[in-house]
């Protein structure tokens, strides 16, 4: 397995415009995480799935992202109408959340440049 | 609230220096406890964990943290730095009745001096 993959490991649009990402985990992880990160800080939790099931979503997330994991395996993020603080990593991890193992595997990030 | 705190945004070592990044939680919950590093552009790699058991961890890079319950605190140490360990240091924590959800500290910045 080459663990989490992430694509586009790098992003720049147009303000307005819409961006999606794709986040393939580690094949028998049945569990997938989003996450926003700023220069300087740590990641900001956006949304997890368990399965193909959306279990959260962080209370500050706009109404212009969303997330998808259809049949448990990929997962897409998608910011509609993007803006300039838009401008982050975005970070996918994925786990296998069992009794005693909740180590999380990141891929290499997307980064975002909206200009 | 949960919340983890890393007091240190930076912190600057000699190399061949020991190290000590601090991280403390505050959490309900027995705490699962994980330190990650992040090299620049890069994503996060799990550098070691703590579940339950001994409490001195020990994890790759030649890497340990100790779990202090008396004190809420999980501080990675490492007795002699290389070049190549400066990056960025992030502690998260996370709890089976959270549903394993992580909180994380916002990171300490390491720098190595020749």
């Known amino acids: 397995d080459t663990g989490v993959s992430q694509n586009p490991r790098h992003k720049i649009t147009k303000r307005g415009q819409n961006v999606t990402f794709r986040c393939d985990p580690i094949s028998e992880h049945n569990r997938l995480y989003w996450y926003r990160q700023t220069l300087g800080q740590g990641p900001e939790f956006l949304t997890y799935?368990?399965?193909?099931?959306?279990?959260?979503k962080s209370r500050l997330l706009s109404d212009r992202f969303s997330a998808e994991r259809p049949k448990g395996s990929f997962s897409t993020l998608e910011i509609q109408r993007t803006e300039q603080g838009d401008s982050a990593m975005y970070l996918c991890a994925s786990s296998l959340v069992r009794q005693e193992n909740t180590e999380a595997f990141f891929g290499q990030g997307t980064r975002l440049t909206v200009v | 609230a949960q919340s983890v705190t890393q007091p240190d945004i930076h912190i600057t070592v000699s190399e061949g220096a020991s190290l000590e990044l601090r991280c403390n939680y505050s959490?309900?919950?027995?705490?699962?406890l994980f330190w990650y590093v992040q090299s620049p552009g890069q994503g996060l790699q799990l550098l070691l964990k703590?579940?339950?058991?001994d409490t001195l961890v020990q994890g790759i890079k030649g890497f340990e943290a100790e779990f202090k319950r008396s004190q809420s605190s999980f501080n990675l140490r490492k007795p002699s730095v290389h070049w190549s360990d400066a990056a960025e240091y992030f502690c998260?924590?996370?709890?089976?009745?959270?549903?394993?959800?992580?909180?994380w500290g916002a990171g300490t910045k390491l720098i190595i001096k020749p």
């Open positions: 703590y579940f339950s058991g």
């Open positions: 998260a924590v996370g709890a089976k009745d959270s549903n394993y959800q992580l909180i």
């Open positions: 959490y309900g919950a027995t705490p699962y």
């Open positions: 799935f368990q399965n193909e099931a959306q279990l959260e």
